[in-house]
């Protein structure tokens, strides 16, 4: 790879992370001024990372992310996978972007979702029982409280 195409590289990954540094934070009640102190870093900095034009040391990014409750998959997923176009098609990166931002709860929610609409579309039969789903729907609420049920 030549030291132009490394460059491009370099850039495209810094202007993605940053939009979703900016995503992110855009999530949570922060403005860049608020999470420049909460991390002790300059509002510029800030700035200059949510446009793709800094890339923060391993300790900012780490900050960042426990800051903005966000996992580094988050910020880094489809850098590192750019080389796996195969599985970076399959899955909508808004979707995952949107994942990434969901608490526990709602994650297992989506886990769930997804296990059941699993279920009735392979099930011929099944197929159209939507009152079926709703009262699995209604055992996912029942049990979702709990602390000692793993779903």
């Not at 939009?19 to 999470?35: F, H, M, N, V, W």
């Not at 489809?78 to 796996?84: G, T």
Request: net charge positive; proline share 2%.
């Amino acid at each position: 790879m030549s030291k132009h195409a490394n460059i491009q590289t370099e850039e495209k990954i810094r202007k993605s992370i940053g939009k979703k540094i900016k995503l992110a934070r855009s999530k949570t009640p922060y403005t860049q001024e608020q999470l420049a102190e909460k991390l002790k870093l300059s509002t510029r900095y800030i700035s200059q990372l949510e446009r793709g034009l800094a890339f923060g040391s391993a300790t900012t990014i780490v900050n960042l992310c426990k800051a903005l409750n966000i996992s580094s998959d988050f910020l880094f997923n489809d850098s590192i996978q750019e080389d796996a176009p195969l599985t970076y098609n399959m899955v909508d990166e808004s979707f995952l972007q949107d994942y990434y931002l969901l608490n526990d709860y709602n994650r297992n929610l989506i886990k769930f979702l997804t296990k059941e609409l699993i279920k009735y579309q392979d099930s011929s039969k099944e197929k159209n029982n939507i009152p079926n789903m709703q009262d699995n729907l209604s055992k996912y609420e029942k049990y979702s409280n709990r602390d000692d049920v793993i779903l």
